[in-house]
């Protein structure tokens, strides 16, 4: 098992208790309103949840009128998002998968295309994003949306470099029982890798905490 999974495999437990089953204030005050602002959710929407944790979020858009298939690196997060998430599993399908493996991701392809997919503070938990972008750009049906969040980089980085990509252990809720892995990339590379696979930016927006005035996370839409 590596680092990565090792972390979330021992932090599932206590992000499934911390989130619940509203999720956290962070999330639903920060995150949720501009996300699905972007991803715009429409009775009969296919989305792709990407990194779903305990799947609340997944629920949303399922009660939203979406077909869902979501997953997560986690084993021990997908059982606890299905024991949870009981209520919607004839319109939400869970599955363990790795988002740095391109040939796993092509496995989670249906019988039609995604229209959408979405990415919640998961971004920068991921080792390499080329295969994911690359997976999400060949499984969405033309014209349709990628919207992801995560910490802003510009205001979020350690060593007081912006410029370096870099690998550093970071908390997303206090307490959890594992420091997990965050990968800091600037917005070029960020961009960049979108572009590299048919993506333009078709939606941003820069989100502070209230007692802020500077953005702590960024939410971003792509379109293929």
Same mark, same amino acid.
């Given at each position: 098992?590596? /680092?990565?999974?090792?972390?979330?495999?021992? /932090?599932?437990?206590?992000?499934?208790?911390?989130?619940?089953?509203?999720?956290?204030?962070?999330?639903?005050?920060?995150?949720?309103?501009?996300?699905?602002?972007?991803?715009?959710?429409?009775? $009969?929407?296919?989305?792709?949840?990407?990194?779903?944790?305990? $799947?609340?979020?997944?629920?949303?858009?399922?009660?939203?009128?979406?077909?869902?298939?979501?997953?997560?690196?986690?084993?021990?997060?997908?059982?606890?998002?299905?024991?949870?998430?009981?209520?919607?599993?004839?319109?939400?399908?869970?599955?363990?998968?790795?988002?740095?493996?391109?040939?796993?991701?092509?496995?989670?392809?249906?019988?039609?295309?995604?229209?959408?997919?979405?990415?919640?503070?998961?971004?920068?938990?991921?080792?390499?994003?080329?295969?994911?972008?690359?997976?999400?750009?060949?499984?969405?049906?033309?014209?349709?949306?990628?919207?992801?969040?995560?910490?802003?980089?510009?205001?979020?980085?350690?060593?007081?470099?912006?410029?370096?990509?870099?690998?550093?252990?970071?908390?997303?809720?206090?307490?959890?029982?594992?420091?997990?892995?965050?990968?800091?990339?600037?917005?070029?590379?960020?961009? /960049?890798?979108?572009?590299?696979?048919?993506?333009?930016?078709?939606?941003?927006?820069?989100?502070?905490?209230?007692?802020?005035?500077?953005?702590?996370?960024?939410?971003?839409?792509?379109?293929?």
């Amino acid at each position: 098992m590596d /680092n990565g999974l090792f972390a979330w495999e021992a /932090n599932a437990q206590f992000w499934d208790e911390k989130m619940g089953d509203e999720s956290n204030t962070f999330h639903r005050e920060l995150v949720r309103p501009h996300t699905e602002k972007l991803l715009n959710i429409k009775n $009969g929407d296919f989305i792709l949840d990407i990194a779903c944790g305990n $799947g609340n979020f997944s629920k949303r858009l399922a009660d939203n009128g979406a077909r869902v298939v979501a997953f997560d690196y986690s084993i021990k997060m997908i059982e606890l998002a299905k024991a949870r998430r009981k209520d919607v599993l004839n319109k939400v399908s869970f599955f363990v998968c790795d988002a740095t493996d391109f040939d796993a991701l092509m496995m989670l392809k249906q019988e039609k295309p995604f229209d959408k997919a979405v990415a919640n503070m998961a971004v920068m938990d991921i080792s390499d994003i080329h295969p994911l972008f690359k997976a999400v750009s060949l499984m969405l049906c033309k014209g349709g949306n990628f919207v992801f969040s995560m910490h802003h980089p510009c205001f979020e980085y350690p060593n007081n470099d912006y410029l370096t990509n870099c690998l550093y252990k970071g908390e997303a809720i206090a307490g959890q029982p594992v420091l997990h892995n965050y990968y800091h990339r600037t917005i070029e590379e960020i961009f /960049n890798t979108a572009f590299q696979y048919g993506f333009v930016v078709d939606g941003f927006h820069e989100v502070p905490r209230k007692e802020h005035k500077f953005p702590v996370i960024m939410i971003i839409s792509l379109r293929i």
